[in-house]
Nanobody, 119 residues
């Protein structure tokens, strides 16, 4: 089993910053990718940023230039530093841990953390 726990959400004014953390524990051998997704009310879940086990990083268009994803391999933790936040960034942010296809279950999700940006 794998446990995924997010933290760091909250309420911030537009233009402010927040840092999200996601810690993975349990049977986490050979994590392939860790990343952040978000889901706003009445919208589909969308990818924000991902980082692979080799350090390759991908950002969505909305995140590029404002958000920074990083990870601490020793702690099996991934971070999302969010700057210049906008009202449209308001959403529940979910951490995803992705394993290679050889595993029975390839994706684990955290419970989500609410980010609210007031304009």
């Amino acid at each position: 089993q794998v446990q995924v726990v997010e933290s760091g959400g909250g309420l911030v004014q537009a233009g402010g910053s927040l840092r999200l953390s996601c810690a993975a524990s349990g049977n986490i051998f050979a994590i392939n990718v860790m990343g952040w997704y978000r889901q706003a009310p009445e919208k589909q879940r969308e990818l924000v940023a991902t980082i692979t086990n080799t350090g390759y990083i991908y950002y969505s268009i909305s995140a590029k230039g404002r958000f920074t994803i990083s990870k601490d391999n020793a702690k099996n933790t991934v971070y999302l530093q969010m700057n210049s936040l906008r009202a449209e960034d308001t959403a529940v942010y979910y951490c995803n841990v992705h394993f290679p296809a050889e595993r029975t279950i390839t994706d684990y999700w955290g419970q989500g953390t609410q980010v609210t940006v007031s304009s």
